[in-house]
Nanobody, 127 residues
Framework: QVQLVESGGGSVVAGGSLRLSCAAS????????MAWFRQAPGKEREGVAG???????EYADFAKGRFSISKDDAKNTLYLQMNSLKPEDTAVYYCAANSRTPTDYSSRWASLALYNYWGQGTQVTVS
């Protein structure tokens, strides 16, 4: 069984920072592409950032310069460092993973259908 468990969400003042964690079990963060998505009420789930097995990264335009995705293979954990948070960043943030390693993820990393596994999400609220 694969489980992805997010943590680190909460309430923060605009301009503040949060670091989200995604602890994986039954899955290695070195085995496939992983990403963070977010979803606000009434809105489509959207990609925030993605990271490949070798550490290559992709970011949504709204995340560039503010967010940083990383992973720790030894801890089998995915992270999302979020700085300069804005009220519009308020959403449930989800960890996602692909069980395999596609040859070309850079152009399609934000496609929901590419991910086999999802966490249950962690709420981020920016006031």
């Amino acid at each position: 069984q694969v489980q992805l468990v997010e943590s680190g969400g909460g309430s923060v003042v605009a301009g503040g920072s949060l670091r989200l964690s995604c602890a994986a079990s039954g899955y290695s963060v070195s085995q496939g592409y992983m990403a963070w998505f977010r979803q606000a009420p009434g809105k489509e789930r959207e990609g925030v950032a993605g990271i490949g097995v070798d550490g290559e990264t992709e970011y949504a335009d709204f995340a560039k310069g503010r967010f940083s995705i990383s992973k720790d293979d030894a801890k089998n954990t995915l992270y999302l460092q979020m700085n300069s948070l804005k009220p519009e960043d308020t959403a449930v943030y989800y960890c996602a993973a692909n069980s395999r390693t596609p040859t070309d993820y850079s152009s399609r990393w934000a496609s929901l259908a590419l991910y086999n596994y999802w966490g249950q999400g962690t709420q981020v609220t920016v006031s």
